[in-house]
Each structure stands twice: as C-alpha cells, then as structure tokens.
C-alpha cells in the first residue's frame, strides 16, 4: 500500500499572520509553548520582550490603518502576552535567602 505526500499547505502572508508568528516567537521564549526546532521550552525573558515590544510597535504604527477585525486581533493578542509576561517575570524575579 502506498502513500502520497501532501504538498505542505502554504501560508497566506496577510497582517494576522505576522502578529502569529510574533506571538508564537514571544510565547516560545516565554515557556508557554516548546520550540519548533527543539521541541523543548526554555525561558528567555529578552527576546519576548522584544518579540511583545514589535507588537507594539505595529499597533502604534498601523493605528487608524487596519480593520477592526485586525484592531482587535492584534489588541487582544498584544494585552494578553503583556499580561503573561509580567506574571512569568514576576515569578521568576524571586528573590532567594
């Protein structure tokens, strides 16, 4: 019995994606979810930091320029990340006697 391989289903770059694909980099680097590459998690505070502070950016710099779809979109994702990140700081700045 043979199998056929499905050619990969390509991505559609479109504006939800990228804020995706941010997110994802932002979640990776903050625990919530294993490295592709690795399949393993790891915590670096730096780098979702970053990846958070380009969803800002993109927030302010396409403000009055998206659909509310995209608005709104972009608005929960960036306010939940946010929200994650100071929870995941907040218990791994604890300080130890």
Do not use: C, H, W, Y
């Not at 502070?53 to 994702?77: H, I, M, R, Y």
């Amino acid at each position: 019995m043979s199998q056929t391989v499905q050619p990969q289903e390509r991505f559609e770059a479109n504006f939800s994606t990228m804020i995706l694909s941010l997110a994802s980099a932002a979640a990776v680097n903050l625990g919530l979810a294993p490295d592709p590459s690795t399949n393993k998690t790891s915590l670096n505070l730096d780098v979702a930091q970053f990846n958070i502070d380009l969803l800002a950016v993109l927030q302010g710099k396409t403000k009055g320029n998206l659909t509310s779809e995209e608005e709104q979109f972009l608005k929960v994702v960036l306010s939940d990340l946010q929200m994650k990140f100071v929870k995941i700081k907040g218990e791994n700045n604890v300080v130890k006697n």
